[in-house]
C-alpha cells in the first residue's frame, strides 16, 4: 500500500524532464504502445513501464551520480532485468538538450 501512496505522490510532482519525456510517451504516441508512469514493480516505482516490450524507462538527475546512488541503481536494475525487464536510463540534461536523441533509442527498442 505505501508503494501505491508514494507512486500515485510522484505521479502528481513529477519533474520537468520526466513531464517533457510523458507528453512524447503518454497516450500511445510511440508506435501505439501504452506506457505507464511511477509504476510500483517490487520494493521500486520505475519512472515509466511498457508492459507490452517489457521495457523499463527511468530519467536520473544529477542526485544519481554518487556512489551510492550508481550502486544503488545498478541493484535495482538487476532486480527489474531478473524479471525479464530491459532498462532503458536517461540524464535530466539529455531530456533536455536531445530529446530527439532519446525519442530515436526508445524508436529504435520499440521497433524491434
Known amino acids: 500500500m505505501k508503494n501505491k501512496l ?23 504516441n510511440l508506435y501505439n504502445y501504452k506506457f505507464r508512469r511511477q509504476y510500483p514493480i517490487g520494493n521500486y516505482i520505475v519512472d515509466f513501464i511498457c508492459h507490452e516490450k517489457n521495457l523499463i524507462i527511468e530519467v536520473d538527475g544529477g542526485q544519481h551520480n554518487t ?9 535495482r536494475t538487476k532486480y527489474l532485468e531478473s524479471k525479464g525487464f530491459k532498462v532503458l536510463r536517461f540524464w535530466n540534461n539529455d531530456i533536455d538538450n536531445n530529446i530527439e536523441g532519446i525519442y530515436q533509442v526508445i524508436s529504435r527498442f520499440l521497433n524491434n
Open 6 to 28: 508514494n507512486a500515485r505522490y510522484l505521479r502528481n510532482n513529477m519533474t520537468p524532464q520526466e513531464r517533457k519525456l510523458w507528453q512524447i510517451l503518454r497516450k500511445r
Open 67 to 75: 556512489i551510492s546512488e550508481k550502486y544503488y541503481d545498478m541493484e
